[in-house]
Every structure is written in structure tokens, then in C-alpha cells.
């Protein structure tokens, strides 16, 4: 069973997945919610609802996947121009 959290805990790790899309214009634009609002989620201002979290989890997916082509990007880059 998992653990339940408080709201403010909750709102504290919303903020942390928000830090990962690197702040609030880039994850407003990732997401399509205006700006403002992202800021009264954070704020407590408005409450986080069940579909929010779920599209902030599958865009944090998505953000995975990016990262991982990316990142194996980088490795192939770096292993065709090592000369050793």
C-alpha cells in the first residue's frame, strides 16, 4: 500500500516535476496551461487534481524518453570519434 502524502508535500514534489521541464514557461509550453496557473498550483492557490498529475507523470515519460535518444546520441557521437 502506498504511503499517502500531505497536500503540501504533494504540492513541494508537483514543484520539484515542474524544476525538471526547467520552470514554469517550459513546462506551461510542454503541458498547454497557461503560466499563472502553474504558479497557483505551486502556490496552493489551486488544488492538484488527479488529471493534472497524470499528465505531468506521462510528459515526465516522455521527457525520459527524450533524454535517453539523446543521451545515446551523445555515446554514439563519442564512440565514433574515439580514436582508440
Known sequence: MAASIS??????HFAYCVQLFGGTT?????L????????????GERPLGAGLLEDT?????????DATTAEA?????LTATDPS
Open 73 to 77: 546520441q551523445i555515446t554514439g557521437t
Open 7 to 12: 497536500m503540501d508535500e504533494q504540492r513541494e
Open 32 to 43: 498547454g496551461i497557461d503560466e499563472r496557473a502553474v504558479r497557483r498550483f505551486i502556490n
Open 57 to 65: 507523470a506521462k510528459a515526465l515519460r516522455l521527457l525520459i524518453a
Open 26 to 30: 517550459a513546462f506551461s509550453r510542454r
